[in-house]
């Protein structure tokens, strides 16, 4: 597995990562927790060293796994986890106040048995909270040895550049795909003038680009895409197109839809890590297969032809969670 770095500060992590997100929450029922910390121990084996967690996935149990998973090699990977939401509760709304940081600083760092956070991320830009104001207690715990390095999640541009002037970020992570380009616009520029690296969460368009969904599809009760636009039948009908298209070339390139669609993001720039998540072992096999797939200046172009030609129908979130992501 090839090595990227993210941000000036050096992290180094695999050019794909492990996002564990989906091992215990939003996608359906947790997985035997058994067979999780086998998972995630087998992409260690074949060359993963970026782990992607938070406290509250779950909440709180996927920090529990990926810790007991990692302990065995802590040294060798990278983990980031996430603060930012009331008592660890996506529905409860963010909560980025100071005192808050630092007792979840010293709860993900119990879970996950490790002295140190990686990279710790502000999960959502809390409103109601300075973003001054968070990234100064995030360098204090850097200074206190317990965090390495500062992260972002789903921030806008001109909020990453007053943490940055508190505390340089290390690594933004947003959704970003064939699916959703946002970030290109701004997010983008932002980072390559700072030096920041990025790191796309759901860069498989939550499972869509992958060929495996369709309008006859049923999610299970529970799973989150139950109550995203994007994900309505008649929304998923008419984005086949897009995957039918890309479908067309990565046969070419010998490659699944899911290789092409990850390694068209490792093409972007070379401070990308993007992090899929999976609870089976022959797609994880997949997706890091991805790192392997070469994409020619012809091969892109088409690629982005066949972007411009088809408009993806949908919303990415429920207005409720759109209301969280700052633009």
């Known amino acids: 597995m090839q090595k990227r770095v ?12 492990l996002g564990c997100m989906g091992l215990s929450f939003a996608y359906g029922p947790a997985m035997d927790r058994g067979e999780a910390i086998k998972l995630v121990r087998a992409a260690y084996e074949r060359g993963v060293t970026f782990f992607d967690t938070a406290e509250c996935y779950g909440p709180f149990v996927n920090e529990e796994l990926v810790g007991e998973a990692l302990a065995p090699v802590r040294d060798q990977v990278v983990i980031a ?4 939401f009331r008592n660890g509760d996506v529905r409860l709304g963010p909560d980025s106040r100071p005192e808050t940081i630092r007792a979840v600083a010293d709860a993900s760092l119990k879970r996950l048995r490790t002295d140190r956070i990686d990279l710790f991320y502000q999960h959502r830009v809390d409103r109601n909270v300075s973003i001054e104001d968070v990234a100064g207690t995030v360098k204090q715990l850097i200074a206190q040895g317990k965090v390495k390095h500062f992260g972002m999640s789903e921030a806008g541009a001109r909020t990453i550049r ?29 980072l390559e003038e700072l030096g920041i690296g990025f ?3 759901s860069p498989l368009g939550r499972g869509f680009l992958t060929g495996a969904i369709d309008e006859k599809t049923q999610f299970a009760a529970g799973d989150a895409r139950n109550a995203y636009p994007r994900f309505t039948p008649e929304a998923r009908k008419a984005n086949l197109a897009l995957v039918d298209r890309l479908g067309a070339i990565a046969a070419k390139k010998g490659a699944t839809k899911a290789q092409l669609a990850l390694a068209w993001l490792i093409a972007q720039k ?3 890590a993007p992090i899929p998540g999976t609870t089976k072992l022959h797609r994880l096999e997949e997706n890091l297969g991805g790192a392997e ?3 020619t200046a012809v091969d892109l172009s088409q690629i982005e032809a ?11 979130y429920p207005e409720s969670a759109q209301a969280m992501v700052d633009r």
């Not at 993210?6 to 990562?17: F, H, P, R, Y």
């Not at 007053?162 to 932002?190: D, G």
């Open 270 to 272: 070379p401070w990308i």
């Open 162 to 190: 007053r943490a940055h002037a508190v505390q340089p970020v290390t690594a933004v992570q947003s959704e970003y795909s064939l699916f959703w380009r946002e970030p290109e616009a701004k997010i983008f520029p932002t």
């Open 306 to 316: 066949a972007l411009a030609r088809i408009k993806v129908e949908g919303d990415r």
């Open 81 to 84: 986890t996430k603060f930012g």
């Open 6 to 17: 993210l941000g000036k500060n050096g992290l180094e992590v695999s050019a794909i990562g």
């Open 293 to 295: 797939v070469a994409l």
């Open 199 to 201: 790191v796309p969460f």
